[in-house]
């Protein structure tokens, strides 16, 4: 698996006063999208850390392409782009409200789109090794990122 | 003014099982740091929205250099490092637990740097030009987000 | 339908560092419980928004009898208890981790029980009477409090 | 000390679309203010975690009498109503921009109003009695709930 697609919807609680998603909630989506992206390939992440490994964030990034709302359906998808001895790079774009058709990510545009990068740890989140069962399951992938490059229409 | 210093506590909502503050909420407290800088140069960001101008974040960047803890007293450093027509950004560096003197900067190594951009709206989210008030009061600059780019020595 | 299950999984973004589910993100499973129980009886939360219909919340409550962990499955046993003329009362009964059997609730204990109390109200926050479409389609029930009230034995 | 006054500002992350603060977020200023309510005593509560003694939540409850907006200065008042040999309770009242007089509570309506109750435990959230330092230090007091009683002329 290259690609994980996880879902999940806007709740009121993540909405602000402009009437649009909170800008670090986002970044919730992303690490909800990961625990799920561990489990499909057959990893629990909450086992890690009873193994004392951690998954801290060493580095985040979003960019804001378009607005989310209020009960938008939204598809994080998820893939792990880098993978080093210590360190996880995750990639993600945020898609909204895709239509119910064959291939809904055919010309739909990522409403954001960001990275995380991780460093894995132990119990007093000094630097360790990604442990094998991990390394042997990923497969890297990239997203078309140069979307998420152009000057925002919205924003 | 050109740096402004906006203090905060960790509070135990914003932990996580890790022992150290959830990365998301780095954003939520540059979002406060934001509105203090905003005041502190005679400016309410609230006004600006009953005026129908809103600034939604564009893009949003942070490196976690080393952990903050529950209760933890943060300096957050907050400079605007550019401005254009319709566009701001915002630097910010975290600092917890300074030392009570006269300098308490010096030495001091930040444990989060970041930025947000920011695209002046009107209420349907469409660019609109940054207020006259705005521009004429902000003073650019700019924080040495080297040391934010060595290799974490936590994380 | 009396009893909508609503389901979601601890996000690490929920949990704190005494190692379980922060206790203000049990009122925002019940907000997501309520648009997915509105969703269940053929209503959409957000299409009263747009019609400048509003349900804030007058009052809440939660007891707290077992805690809860990040990747715990919950499930949120969700009723509406009482209607009168301007009002709604839903109860909330959180189970976490429940057996894959014919009734996984049978002796299942609840690791919360609270409730909210709304008043509809206009777009000013005014109170405003409950539309038929949804006074006709909700349906009454009531959960077996009677467990919560006994002396938690956890907490 | 019997009452202590915790300040603090609505964030624009704990807004919602119905351009008021969230109601979950209630719960979180709650805590704040208890940080600070022990810290005002000369207690420090996360030493108390250090030592291995923890303040889960049994119960929370808040009404909600009038809305908060982005930016409002928050007062939570904050008592401790009740000390048994493992539990406490907290009693809140929340007011908003407050005048800047010699007797601001003079006339002033809570916003909010709510309690929490709390039993002292161990590290695995095994009820523990309240230490000495704490129980020698706290000083009994109440809050006027009567008002919150009333029907809210907002919501």
């Not at 890690?48 to 979003?62: I, M, N, Y």
């Not at 239509?99 to 010309?107: D, K, L, T």
Request: proline share 5%; hydrophobic share 40%; net charge positive.
């Amino acid at each position: 698996m290259k690609i994980f697609d996880y879902q999940t919807r806007v709740r009121y609680a993540e909405t602000d006063q402009m009437h649009v998603s909170y800008y670090a909630n986002y970044f919730v989506w992303f690490e909800a999208a990961r625990t799920e992206y561990f489990r499909a390939i057959g990893l629990v992440y909450a086992d890690f850390e009873k193994q004392g490994l951690f998954l801290p964030v060493a580095e985040a990034h979003c960019r804001y392409l378009g607005p989310s709302c209020y009960d938008d359906a939204l598809v994080v998808r998820t893939v792990v782009s880098q993978m080093r001895q210590r360190s996880l790079r995750f990639e993600y774009q945020i898609f909204k409200n895709l239509p119910q058709v064959a291939n809904p990510f055919e010309g739909a545009k990522p409403i954001a789109a960001g990275y995380t990068v991780h460093v894995f740890s132990d119990a007093n989140l000094k630097p360790a090794r990604i442990p094998d069962a991990l390394r042997s399951k990923v497969e890297l992938a990239s997203l078309d990122m140069s979307q998420s490059v152009r000057r925002s229409n919205f924003r």
